[in-house]
């Protein structure tokens, strides 16, 4: 069934296979047609609403065609409760939008009846899609009845009948659970299933979302107390995420409900709403499914904003909020789901316009307890945002004068959560908190002192890792360390790279035929355990005492190669000349007398060729050289260094057997040498014609990609287009307590290493 317009949900009833009863073929025949008088068309609904067929998509159908007619008549472009979540992209249709046809208020009168009595009798009907739509039924009901309440006052009647209808049978569902009528859904003895609706629940609460409107709490015999102990059940404690977040959605309902009149602002200042709002935004801010997290996100915008902007409650009043929501709005900004991430970025800047820095280091004792908690968390996901959100203390509290010393007396007890990240089993958790630790280190040198030879040793083996980017980021870790610790460590690491840069001659011999057959080798690779993303972990299987969700230690890896150790010690070469040539170092650049002999044995060791990975280390090489280079100076790299490596790079490009990663690294690196030290001078040392033709080729590839590049981004930019999401995603469309976010990844966020130096927020 295709639900999205009414003439595609007609369409759809005729091609049904196996057929509807010929009645309904034959009304959504009639109802198709343009030329359909409004006596006839009425007609036709009718009989789709009150057919006597066991079938459920005739009475779909009516619901959605029925509840178009008062959303119209209310001249409402858009629904204003969204039933599929709390972020609706605006899609533009395809097809034409048919002619709107005029209903007298008798007619829409005896609609809004058909409505009311269709809603009582499906509210809890098998299908979930028919309880969708009467969820939007009575939204549109409600809608309708409180602008024409006054013409016919029955309806208001209507309107407060399906209310208590509601009510009464989210109570009866919440009750019964699933099995038991003893049992909460929780403890349900049968099947749990935490991803499709939970029966008639989910679409009870956006029945009661649509029913809500400004003088909510003016409906006649309304318990407010009962439903929001269901509320904070639901929202909180029940098991199906679908439940959760349409709980927290008519909660958010009932704040904007209780901001638009100033006489029930007392419900948000110091009431049971409060506390209800308070203990769901706990525990949803920090959910383990990013559609309740999102859900709660938006929930937490509207109150803030309302407390804040429309009832203008007393700072005082404000801060006592911040020890439970503060940390979790802090943590929110680094969680993996794009949306949650980029919305609570904003989110954090619409509620401290003029930064948080001097409140999260107020309130330090309460955002460190919750980090370390979440350090420990059952999902991968929210332990990697805690690394990431504990290293963003480190540099923005940890290295501010001002307030450094609210973070001292923590520094500890963060130290050893990262730690027991570092012994991760999900291989991103362990990047972030190699990270942290080096910044922690950076930040507070003596405090982390007394673990440097447990960190020593933990830097040190994410450095050989077999994978790419945690290799790269404890390089950077330790490149944190060095300046934090000064010459002897700097001396460590120098013996360090000594002893493991050569570690790739070592590397056995395999011809890429061999290494192809390996990769290609059906019986290895079939019948075997699955693995989680993110680890080496068994998929579902738990780590024992910790009770990990998908993720967990595990027996399984695969060995290390030597040629990863020499791969991690070019990034580790790479971070020390360009950390030791930083203005703010507290070590001097290396000398010549380091650094010649240093890279020598670099070119050297990277003209390996008898193991099919040494064209990743050479693509490793070519991707690291012009950042040393450019920290050496333009002076020193013609006089010494462009000779090491200058062959090599070209024979690299002129290579029929070099892999294609390898010679666009070396094609890219070729032209960034040759823009520091210049293209003549660049061109001047190569020994051969070939050699200078090749270079200028790539000289001309080049500047025709960067042209090509330098159109597509201007593109991007007019239409607003991001990776991430499509523009206007976020929104939140018709929500009043949103503002503008211009889609796309600002550039505060495209650093090295997202969430130590991201400036967006806080």
Known sequence: MDFSSPSRA??????????????????????????TSTEDYLKGISSLLHGNTDRWEGLAVGLLLATEILINACAIDKVPVYMEGPRVPDEQKTDAAPAKRSFAPEQLSQVATWLHETSLTNLEHNEPRVRTFVAKAVGAHATWSVSFSDANPKHSTERSAVHSQIVKSIQEHIKLGRDSAEKYSKSSTGALDDTTGWRALETNWQCLIASLGSDYYHVEGLELGSILQDLEYSAVTHVNRHVRAAAIAVLEQLVIAAGNDAQHWHFLEESQLRTTLIAVLKAGLADNWSQVRMAASVLNRVFWQTIQETCRFPPENLQSLYPILLPRMCLNRFYLAQGVKLYSHQTWKLVFPEGGVAVVAANMAPVVRYYVKMCDADNHVVREGACQAVAELAVKIGMNEEFAHTLQPHVTILLQALLMCFHDESWPVRDEACLACGTFCRAYPEECRPELETLWSRWTEQLTDQIWSVRADAAVALGEACQAYGEEF??????????????????????????????????????NQLYSCGSLAPKLKKKAGA????????????????????????YLVRELIDTCSQPDSRLPPLS?????????????????????????????????LPSMMQSIGKQRTKRLYLEIFLDQLMRNLEARTASAMSKHAAATCAHELSVLVGPSIFRGRLYDDYQRELLDRVLRERKMEEQNMAAMIAQQQQTQFSPFEPPGLLDNLDNPFSSKLSPGLPAEMLNRHPGVDDNMSM
């Open 10 to 35: 007609l369409e759809s009833l005729q091609r049904r296979r196996p057929a509807l009863p010929d009645e309904v073929v034959a009304a959504s025949v009639d109802l198709a047609k343009e030329d």
């Open 490 to 527: 700097l001396q460590r690491l120098l013996k360090f790279i000594d002893e493991n840069l050569p570690a790739a001659k070592s590397q056995p011999k395999m011809t890429m035929e061999e290494f192809k057959a390996q990769q290609n080798n059906m019986e290895a690779h079939t019948e």
């Open 547 to 570: 009770g990990r969700i998908g993720c967990s230690n595990c027996d399984v890896n695969r060995p290390k190669q030597p040629w990863e150790a020499t791969d991690g010690c070019l």
């Open 592 to 624: 010549d007398e380091v650094l010649l002999p240093l890279l020598r044995e670099v070119a050297d060791v990277c003209r390996v060729s008898h193991f099919p990975q040494g064209d990743e280390l050479r693509t490793t090489l070519w991707r690291q």
